[in-house]
Every structure is written in C-alpha cells, then in structure tokens.
C-alpha cells in the first residue's frame, strides 16, 4: 500500500523567510496530493492541492510543485506570518480514494 | 454552506466499554470518509462510504469498530469494546465525489478511553 513521509517534522522561520515542507510517496499511481493546515484543537483545512497532470500550482504565498518522476512534492510558504503556525499534513491519493496522510510538520513562524 | 457536524465533541469512557460516534456532511456530497487521528500523527483513513456504500474499509478493525451510512447522508461509526489504545479524535471528513477529491473537515471527536 501507500506510504507517505513527510520532512522535517518540526521548522522554525524567522517571519517573513520561506518555509519549505517535503513528502515522498511510493505508489506511482497516487494522482492527487493535498496539504492541510491544522491549528491546535482545530480540524485540519484544505490549503492547496495538486494533481498528477500537472507540475506546479501557487495561490497566492503558497506553492505546491511534484515531481511524479521521483515521486515527491513540496509545500513552499513565501513571506511567513505569525498566523502560519501550525501543524501541516501532506496526503496522497488514488482517485480520490485510500488517502494517505503523512506525519506532519509543526511549523513555527517566529516574531 | 454548513460544514461537516459530529457529535459528541468530547467522550470519555473506560475500556471494554461501547461508543458511537456520529456525523452529518456538507449537504449534497457523496463520500464520507472517517478518520482517528492519535496525538502527534497525521489522520489515519478507517473507512470510505460513497453515497450508503463501502468504498474502504482496509484499515478498520472489525472486531471492535463497525460504521453505517444507511442512507446516504449521516453516518455513525461504533468501537465495541474499547481499549486504551483507541484513544485518539476521530474525524469525519466528506467531499462531492466524481472526480472532486477536496474533503472538509468536522471539528472531530475526542475519545478518552481509561
């Protein structure tokens, strides 16, 4: 089945400085890849995501690329803000089906 | 639109004892998965309905955990009995299906098992 690993699992950034949080996956039939932000207490939310057929998207500070050949994709935050602080989830997906999450990265924007 | 509701919020029972937990989706999707999520770790998937059907349920464990979607819409997901080691919140998440994969999260709950 699916394995997805994430790093690092905790990053700390000066505000203002880019933040960059990697996963690798195992199943080259994955397609679809999302990241989730989740505050403490609080359900994790849907910040972006990516499918196979494409290489790179961005919305706004947020940037997610893939590379399926080496299987592994990569949540770039420009410009980090206090608010930034959270723990972050990449998963992987076949189809919208058997999501795989990985372990979370705890990121922390410092003042 | 409302979100994903689950209820109860918050459980405490002692092992060996029984648990339901329920949820109701954004109105309209069609898949509902239901995650446990233990301290520290990211969500683990237990089961996916799509519509009042079993998509996956590989990582469930049967012996103890079953889940209904009868039909269609809210679902409820039971641990009988528990034990220590099913302490964790455990998250309900749906999406439209066909081809739409963006799942939306309830706010979860968290089950203490002593």
């Known amino acids: 089945g699916e394995n997805v690993e994430q790093h690092p699992s905790t990053l700390s950034v000066q505000e203002g400085d880019s933040a960059v949080i990697k996963c690798t996956y195992s199943?080259?039939?994955?397609?679809?890849f999302p990241w989730y932000k989740q505050e403490l207490g609080k359900r994790p939310q849907l910040i972006i995501d990516?499918?196979?057929?494409?290489g790179e998207k961005k919305d706004q500070r947020i940037a997610v690329t893939l590379n399926k050949t080496a299987k592994h994709f990569s949540l770039h935050i420009t410009e980090t803000q206090p608010e930034d602080s959270a723990v972050y989830f990449c998963?992987?997906?076949?189809?919208?089906?058997?999501?795989?999450f990985g372990p979370g990265t705890r990121l922390s924007v410092l003042p | 639109e409302a979100g994903v509701a689950q209820s109860p919020r918050y459980k405490i029972i002692e092992k060996r004892q029984s648990v339901a937990f329920w949820c109701n989706p954004i109105?309209?999707?069609?898949?509902l998965y239901w995650y446990q999520q233990i301290l520290g770790q990211g969500p683990k998937l237990l089961i996916q309905f799509q519509n009042n059907g079993v998509v996956d349920d590989s990582q469930l464990p049967k012996d103890r955990f079953s889940a209904e979607r009868l039909k269609g819409v809210d679902s409820t997901l039971k641990i009988q009995p528990a034990k220590l080691e099913d302490s964790a919140v455990y998250l309900c998440?749906?999406?439209w299906g066909q081809g739409t994969y963006e799942q939306y999260f309830g706010p979860g709950t968290r089950l203490t098992v002593t």
């Open positions: 109105s309209g999707h069609a898949t």
């Open positions: 199943d080259s039939a994955s397609n679809y």
């Open positions: 998440a749906s999406s």
């Open positions: 998963a992987a997906s076949l189809g919208g089906q058997n999501f795989v």
């Open positions: 990516i499918r196979s057929n494409v």
